[in-house]
């Protein structure tokens, strides 16, 4: 089957604009991931969801970040007012279920912010 | 808190011929799993292989096994009769047994030479 996609696969913005990730995840995943990766680094988590829920957001960077995700199914990851050091691989991640479930990764969305 | 370390920030291997990969992790957790992932230009995250931290067993994927030491906080990587197409970038992570805690180490660029 279809394995995790995500669009746009490259987005460059200018400083201070909004952007919005979107991922589709493996269909029947109840739990999803976001990350991301700045250059050269390990992969930083941001927020989880299990359905549409999103129980912690402690790892989202700042306030200008926020997720959502509909129907159980594709999430939008949002950066408002984006800053140059939010220049990073943006990588989502789908699951069968949260807490045995090996995740299975998409593809990421480049972000560069000039 | 749970941490990753990769030493080897670069690797080289000759093709045909082995390579170890090395990884120590730091967790509270009593149960968690252990994971491999491979990251080729293709931005792609890839499981290469995952262990669960109660199983004693080595976990082994065709020529990719690891040495996990428990008690030394060890999960090493060993990849046998290296092909080209396992040039890439290559994750260790950690997780805690509900999933909420997912550590990614810096990673360990490995290039098989021809």
């Known amino acids: 089957g279809a394995g995790v996609s995500q669009s746009p696969s490259n987005k460059v913005t200018e400083k201070g604009k909004d952007v919005e990730l979107r991922c589709d995840p493996i269909?029947?995943?109840?739990?999803l991931y976001w990350y991301r990766q700045s250059l050269g680094q390990g992969l930083e988590f941001l927020i989880y969801?299990?359905?549409?829920?999103?129980?912690?957001k402690s790892g989202l960077p700042s306030d200008r970040f926020s997720a959502e995700r509909t129907g159980g199914s594709v999430s939008t990851l949002t950066i408002q007012r984006t800053q140059q050091e939010d220049s990073a691989v943006y990588l989502c991640?789908?699951?069968?279920?949260?807490?045995?479930?090996?995740?299975?990764f998409g593809p990421g969305t480049r972000l560069t912010v000039l | 808190a749970q941490t990753v370390t990769q030493s080897q920030p670069e690797m080289s291997v000759q093709e045909a011929e082995t390579v170890t990969l090395s990884c120590t992790y730091d967790t509270s957790e009593s149960n968690y799993y252990l994971f491999w992932y491979k990251q080729p230009p293709s931005r792609q995250m890839i499981l290469v292989i995952r262990?669960?931290?109660?199983?004693?067993q080595n976990a082994t994927e065709n020529r990719f096994s690891v040495n996990f030491q428990k008690a030394a906080k060890s999960f090493s990587l060993k990849i046998s009769d290296s092909q080209l197409g396992d040039t890439a970038m290559y994750f260790c992570a950690v997780r805690d047994n509900y999933g909420q805690n997912f550590v990614f180490g810096p990673g360990t660029r490995l290039s098989v030479l021809p």
């Open positions: 262990q669960e931290a109660y199983k004693q």
């Open positions: 991640a789908s699951s069968f279920g949260l807490f045995t479930d090996t995740q299975y």
């Open positions: 969801f299990q359905g549409n829920s999103a129980p912690d």
């Open positions: 269909s029947g995943h109840t739990a």
